[in-house]
T-cell receptor, first 114, second 111 residues
């Protein structure tokens, strides 16, 4: 089955620690995205990538970093500079960045700070 | 992206039709109207999208006003599994990055 996988489902971060969230897709999509969702709120865009080795900042990129070395993978690192990292993180992909294209979402990773 | 306005919550009975409204008075001519829904603790799921004409798929129908300043998502026969937060989102036709999510409408289905 084609789809998007995110791991782990739950992640705990200690103060001052960097953590990396995994996102893999086997849909052969060029575009990938990371969103953050706080309780009772909609999703906010962190980073997106249109193609391998290229990515752009979204609305709330501070304290986060990404890489896109392979088409299938778009890992997100939450750095120690992100002071309020507790949230639900969602990865998505689409064929491209055209406005009429559908985004497909993974199941999410919930990050908690110890 | 242009903004959308949706009611915070709506309630409906199982097996009845549901009409979820969305206002987008500042929509531009090339903006697509997308609807996604999200069940608790899950990623959003695509429902339907359109540009100018009404659209139908296996999940729902999308009715777009003639002036495009509003649209309505129609679930023809609601089930308990349709209870979710529904997001109405505009995506710029001239160049798009991610989706801009508002708070959406929390749809409650009564058995």
């Amino acid at each position: 089955d084609g789809g998007i996988t995110q791991s782990p489902k739950y992640l705990f971060r200690k103060e001052g620690q960097n953590v990396t969230l995994s996102c893999e897709q086997n849909l052969n999509h060029d575009a990938m995205y990371w969103y953050r969702q706080d309780p009772g709120q909609g999703l906010r865009l962190i980073y997106y990538s249109q193609i391998v080795n290229d990515f752009q900042k979204g609305d709330i990129a501070e304290g986060y970093s990404v890489s896109r070395e392979k088409k299938e993978s778009f890992p997100l690192t939450v750095t120690s500079a992100q002071k309020n990292p507790t949230a639900f993180y969602l990865c998505a992909s689409s064929i491209g960045l055209l406005a009429g294209e559908t985004q497909y979402f993974g199941p999410g990773t919930r990050l908690l700070v110890l | 992206d242009a903004k959308t306005t949706q009611p915070n919550s709506m309630e409906s009975n199982e097996e009845e039709p549901v009409h979820l409204p969305c206002n987008h008075s500042t929509i531009s001519g090339t903006d697509y109207i997308h609807w996604y829904r999200q069940l608790p603790s899950q990623g959003p799921e695509y429902v339907i999208h359109g540009l100018t004409s009404n659209v139908n798929n296996r999940m729902a129908s999308l009715a777009i006003a003639e002036d495009r300043k509003s649209s309505t998502l129609i679930l023809h026969r609601a089930t308990l599994r349709d209870a979710a937060v529904y997001y109405c989102i505009l995506r710029e036709g001239g160049g798009a990055d991610g989706l801009t999510f508002g708070k959406g409408t929390h749809l409650i289905i009564q058995p």
